[in-house]
């Protein structure tokens, strides 16, 4: 007790020395708010380094003081590396110091290896503190812009929905006015091309709706056959696959059935086979689209595998964002319109791709 006792009167008849040397070298940020504190908080560690001479400090109360000061630092938003370094620095200054000191070095030994253990320990917690209110910080941060995307996304939704009333009600009556005209006139040319091309106007538009949840609701439900949205399906694209020559296989059985908007469904369909046409124009020859289906444990199961270019794959969540594309006429909306339309049918959409294949799998509760 004596060599503690000596030691400490001799580290306070030189502390105000000591603390002038320690303020000339520390790391201090002019725009640092608690500026005045950091001299504050260094006095506050030399009283923790003379009680801990006479009696090691226990963990818990180390900890507490060194969460204090972290929480400080993180609101002067200053590097915690200067924090750490001016601590360290403290220690030095300190330990030349008591080197000088009349105490023997057996004495003076085991007071310098409890005394790193406290600024070892003290640096352990500030940190892990600093760390943990920064990551927290960060994660409120994250989930605001999570907020705000899902809010612009809805109002895309509104938005593109109004608009795409506004072309839609022409284009029927447009559409209506050329299937009367080809009932009276039979013969007349160019007809058949310009139903063509109003239908795929038609699809192009209907690719913007269902972003609102307003246009799910209220389109009927009913039960239908699997293959026989594919027969639709394919009847629509014929004109493409023929185009880019693409072979297409079809192995969705009979008995598969469904409750839900047909519509859709065919439609979500038809973006991903068109999506997997586009892809195959990348690979010069046997270009295939394979459809499989198949019935597990109430869940209905289709994949719809190409034997196009990979999908990287980090990639492979954006594709189902809205605006991603890497098509120079793309939109970007496809798959995310084929991802809202399966999570309302209660189902899900998923992609795999390999240099070999990608497959697109579309899970929905059976019937
Ligand atoms: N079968 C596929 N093979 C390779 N890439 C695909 C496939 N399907 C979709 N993609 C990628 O996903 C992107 C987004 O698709 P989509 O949402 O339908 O928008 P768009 O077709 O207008 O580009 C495409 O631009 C393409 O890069
Ligand atoms: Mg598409």
Same mark, same amino acid.
Not at 17 to 29: F, G, M
Not at 48 to 73: H, S, Y
Not at 331 to 345: D, E, F, M, P
């Given at each position: 007790?004596?060599?503690?006792?000596?030691? $400490?009167? /001799?580290? #306070?008849?030189?502390?105000? +020395?000591? %603390?002038? &040397?320690?303020? *000339?070298?520390?790391?201090?940020?002019?725009?640092?708010?608690?500026?005045?504190?950091?001299?504050?908080?260094?006095?506050?560690?030399?009283?923790?380094?003379?009680?801990?001479?006479?009696?090691?400090?226990?963990?818990?109360?180390?900890?507490?003081?060194?969460?204090?000061?972290?929480?400080?630092?993180?609101?002067?938003?200053?590097?915690?590396?200067?924090?750490?370094?001016?601590?360290?620095?403290?220690?030095?200054?300190?330990?030349?110091?008591?080197?000088?000191?009349?105490?023997?070095?057996?004495?003076?030994?085991?007071?310098?290896?409890?005394?790193?253990?406290?600024?070892?320990?003290?640096?352990?917690?500030?940190?892990?503190?600093?760390?943990?209110?920064?990551?927290?910080?960060?994660?409120?941060? $994250?989930? /605001?812009? #999570?907020?705000?995307?899902? +809010?612009? %996304?809805? &109002?895309?939704? *509104?938005?593109?929905?109004?608009?795409?009333?506004?072309?839609?009600?022409?284009?029927?009556?447009?559409?209506?006015?050329?299937?009367?005209?080809?009932?009276?006139?039979?013969?007349?040319?160019?007809?058949?091309?310009?139903?063509?091309?109003?239908?795929?106007?038609?699809?192009?538009?209907?690719?913007?709706?269902?972003?609102?949840?307003?246009?799910?609701?209220?389109?009927?439900?009913?039960?239908?056959?699997?293959?026989?949205?594919?027969?639709?399906?394919?009847?629509?694209?014929?004109?493409?696959?023929?185009?880019?020559?693409?072979?297409?296989?079809?192995?969705?059985?009979?008995?598969?059935?469904?409750?839900?908007?047909?519509?859709?469904?065919?439609?979500?369909?038809?973006?991903?086979?068109?999506?997997?046409?586009?892809?195959?124009?990348?690979?010069?020859?046997?270009?295939? &689209?394979?459809?499989?289906?198949?019935?597990?444990?109430?869940?209905?199961?289709?994949?719809?595998?190409?034997?196009?270019?990979?999908?990287?794959?980090?990639?492979?969540?954006?594709?189902?964002?809205?605006?991603?594309?890497?098509?120079?006429?793309?939109?970007?909306?496809?798959?995310?319109?084929?991802?809202?339309?399966?999570?309302?049918?209660?189902?899900?959409?998923?992609?795999?791709?390999?240099?070999?294949?990608?497959?697109?799998?579309?899970?929905?509760?059976?019937?």
């Amino acid at each position: 007790m004596i060599a503690q006792n000596q030691l $400490i009167d /001799y580290l #306070d008849q030189n502390l105000d +020395e000591y %603390l002038t &040397i320690w303020k *000339q070298r520390i790391r201090i940020s002019d725009d640092d708010i608690y500026k005045d504190k950091v001299v504050a908080n260094g006095k506050l560690m030399y009283e923790l380094v003379r009680r801990n001479i006479v009696e090691p400090i226990g963990d818990e109360k180390i900890a507490e003081l060194a969460k204090k000061v972290a929480k400080q630092r993180v609101e002067a938003n200053i590097n915690i590396g200067d924090f750490i370094y001016n601590v360290n620095l403290g220690r030095s200054v300190l330990f030349n110091h008591m080197t000088n000191s009349d105490l023997s070095s057996n004495d003076l030994q085991p007071i310098l290896e409890s005394l790193n253990e406290l600024f070892d320990k003290f640096a352990y917690h500030a940190v892990t503190e600093y760390t943990k209110i920064k990551h927290d910080e960060l994660q409120e941060k $994250i989930s /605001y812009i #999570d907020e705000t995307h899902q +809010e612009k %996304l809805s &109002i895309l939704g *509104q938005m593109s929905s109004s608009f795409v009333h506004e072309f839609r009600n022409p284009l029927t009556a447009i559409m209506g006015f050329v299937a009367i005209l080809r009932k009276e006139n039979p013969e007349m040319k160019y007809l058949d091309v310009i139903d063509h091309e109003l239908k795929q106007l038609n699809f192009r538009i209907s690719q913007f709706l269902h972003v609102s949840k307003k246009e799910i609701d209220g389109v009927e439900e009913e039960e239908f056959e699997l293959s026989d949205v594919f027969n639709d399906m394919i009847d629509f694209i014929y004109p493409s696959v023929v185009d880019v020559d693409v072979h297409i296989l079809n192995n969705i059985p009979k008995g598969l059935r469904i409750f839900g908007q047909k519509d859709k469904i065919r439609q979500v369909l038809l973006n991903i086979v068109m999506n997997s046409i586009d892809a195959l124009k990348e690979i010069k020859k046997n270009r295939t &689209i394979e459809l499989i289906g198949e019935k597990k444990k109430g869940e209905m199961m289709l994949h719809i595998t190409n034997n196009g270019p990979v999908i990287p794959e980090k990639k492979l969540d954006t594709i189902f964002e809205p605006f991603y594309t890497t098509k120079e006429l793309g939109t970007g909306i496809g798959l995310y319109v084929c991802q809202k339309i399966i999570q309302n049918h209660k189902g899900q959409i998923s992609c795999k791709s390999s240099e070999k294949e990608t497959t697109f799998t579309i899970t929905l509760p059976a019937v």
